[in-house]
Structure formats: C-alpha cells, structure tokens
C-alpha cells in the first residue's frame, strides 16, 4: 500500500483560505485514485474531494463545491487541497486517502489513509 503524510493543516479565520498537502511514498503515485475526506468532533467521517490517476477528473462534496480545488502533481508524489472562503463548519481533521480504481464518495473504497491534520475555522 501507499503510505501517506498530510501536512498544512492549522487555525485561520472565516472567510480565509488554507491548503493541504498530502505527500505519498511506497508506491508508484500515479497509479491511485487521491480523495480527501474529514472527520468533525461527534460526526461521521465524510468525503470532501477526488481526483483521478493524472487529474483529469474531479469530484465535490456539494458543501465544499466552489470553494475547494483538489490538484495532484504526480512529479512530487502530492496531491493538494485549497480552501477558500473557509466557514466555522469545515472544522475537521481531513484524511488523505488513495485507492487503485473505481470512482465515488465511499470511505471504505479507499484501501490506504494518513494520519490527518486538523482544520480550524474561526468565527
């Protein structure tokens, strides 16, 4: 499996804008599917963003469409997350997560994860 290692996480006010990377080693990167997911406190983890093998094709949770754009540089083995216009409820931690093929929103198709980086949105 592909191991990964999410990064630029923090705290920043409504209305700003973060980006995250997610950088993956172990495993030939072009080959993976990359989506982002997150997880607030006492909520179920749920899915942000994907982006297939070359980045041609991408996917948004409605509640994010519009603000976040998920890119991929598969020369740097890292896939990204820009957030703009960030609000108080897209506090979370966000997940990297890879998966060989297939295309949709399901965490459990997702076969490898990062540990997550955690997202703070103040009002």
């Known amino acids: 499996q592909v191991q990964l290692v999410e990064s630029g996480g923090g705290l920043v006010q409504a209305g700003g804008s973060l980006r995250l990377s997610c950088a993956a080693s172990g495993r030939t990167f072009s080959n993976y599917i990359m989506g982002w997911f997150r997880q607030a406190p006492g909520k179920e983890r749920e899915f942000v963003a994907t982006?297939?093998?070359?980045?041609?094709?991408?996917m948004y949770a409605d509640s994010v469409k519009g603000r976040f754009t998920i890119s991929r540089d598969n020369d740097k083995n890292t896939v990204y997350l820009q957030m703009n216009s960030l609000k108080s409820e897209d506090t979370a931690v966000y997940y990297c997560?890879?998966?060989?093929?297939?295309?949709?929103?399901?965490?459990?198709?997702?076969?490898?994860w990062g540990q997550g980086t955690q997202v703070t949105v103040s009002s």
């Open positions: 982006v297939t093998w070359r980045g041609s094709n991408t």
């Open positions: 997560a890879a998966r060989r093929t297939g295309w949709g929103q399901k965490s459990a198709d997702f076969g490898s």
